[in-house]
């Protein structure tokens, strides 16, 4: 992968040389599992079970997230989702749902990111 795509995944929050590694350096197999991130539904089943209340579906959403994003070095993601998961567990569902603006505007940044691959 070139730098330039690495210096925009990175300004995206995606670590690409380290997601690299556990793709066996294979660019191509890396940049298919980025698209697949945006096309999986999980991150509109966060959002829905947020704004429904609904912090069960909330958790197992926003904990599939988690290790999506830890699977592809979106480090930001990552983060913020793991905070999340930890806030649901602690049963703060307020809490929990403050971190989506944060949350939105990361994915926004990482989607973007991927949309130029």
């Given at each position: 992968m070139d730098q330039a795509k690495l210096?925009?995944?990175?300004?995206?929050?995606?670590?690409a040389a380290d997601a690299?590694?556990?793709?066996m350096g294979s660019d191509a197999l890396l940049e298919r599992f980025l698209k697949?991130?945006?096309?999986?539904?999980?991150?509109?089943?966060l959002c829905q079970a947020v704004e429904a209340g609904d912090w069960q579906q909330a958790l197992a959403a926003s904990h599939t997230l988690k290790g999506?994003?830890?699977?592809?070095?979106m480090?930001?993601?990552?983060?913020l989702f793991t905070r999340q998961v930890a806030l649901l567990r602690e049963d703060k569902p307020a809490d929990a749902a403050a971190l989506m603006p944060a949350?939105?505007?990361?994915y926004r940044?990482?989607?973007d990111a991927i949309g130029q691959l």
């Open positions: 210096d925009s995944l990175a300004r995206g929050g995606i670590q690299l590694e556990r793709f697949r991130f945006l096309e999986d539904a999980t991150y509109s089943s999506m994003c830890g699977n592809l070095s480090t930001e993601l990552y983060d949350i939105e505007a990361a940044r990482a989607a």
